[in-house]
């Protein structure tokens, strides 16, 4: 059963840069797409975007100028990094698996846990 | 338009049925989704494709469409039941994925 955890700080500063990394377990990253996807607490989700195992990206405009995101095969993991954080950037982080079952069709299964990262200094 | 609307929340004795709705211009573009998320719980797919269930999902949750306007359907309200409901599709310009602002099902 394919598990996917999120890890990285849970404090970062101003202007600093968030940096998360997904460790997938139980299959591997190869031949899908994996997303990131936000939640500030009380509100609702937010797709940050997604990268191919081959490295290919798609990011949400309102986030493209600031986000990254990549792929290590030989780790198993997916990584985000958002620049330049103000506190409007305080979430919960959730990685998942984005399927395309059929034309038009479109969901994120698994989902991580989620991890909170908070922006203040 | 890429929003996607829902009631804030909605109420449901125990065993009774209720829906929710979600209404937007992508979804006359792309399929419904949705998702079940429980306080301090990551979110869990329940309905895609519009109205199919993915295994392990009990049958009592059901979805449709009409026009631009996706539902879910929980017939025979369980406790367990009550959780917040998102709505997702990607929207008409294909750039991106969008989430409905969420609702709030309190089983009484």
């Known amino acids: 059963q394919l598990q996917l955890l999120e890890s990285g700080p849970g404090l970062v500063k101003p202007s600093e840069t968030l940096s998360l990394t997904c460790s997938v377990s139980?299959?591997?990253?190869?031949?899908?797409?994996w997303s990131w996807i936000r939640q500030p607490p009380g509100k609702g989700l937010e797709w940050i975007g997604y990268?191919?195992?081959?490295?290919?990206?798609n990011y949400n405009p309102s986030l493209r100028s600031r986000v990254t995101m990549s792929v290590d095969t030989s780790k198993n993991q997916v990584s985000l990094r958002l620049n330049s954080v103000t506190a409007e950037d305080t979430a919960v982080y959730f990685c998942a698996r984005l399927e395309e079952p059929g034309i038009r069709q479109y969901y994120f299964d698994p989902w991580g846990r989620g991890t909170l990262v908070t922006v203040s200094s | 338009s890429s929003e996607l609307t829902q009631d804030p929340a909605v109420s449901v004795a125990l065993g009774q049925t209720v829906r929710i709705t979600c209404q937007g211009d992508s979804l006359t573009t792309s399929y419904a989704t949705w998702y079940q998320q429980k306080p301090g719980q990551a979110p869990i797919l329940v309905i895609y494709g519009n109205n199919n269930r993915p295994s392990g999902i009990p049958d009592r949750f059901s979805g449709s469409i009409s026009g631009s306007t996706a539902s879910l359907t929980i017939t025979g309200a369980q406790a367990d039941d009550g959780a917040d409901y998102f709505c997702h599709s990607r929207d008409t310009s294909g750039n991106r994925y969008v989430f409905g602002t969420g609702t709030k099902v309190t089983v009484l």
């Open positions: 139980g299959g591997s990253i190869t031949s899908d797409y």
């Open positions: 990268v191919f195992f081959t490295g290919s990206t």
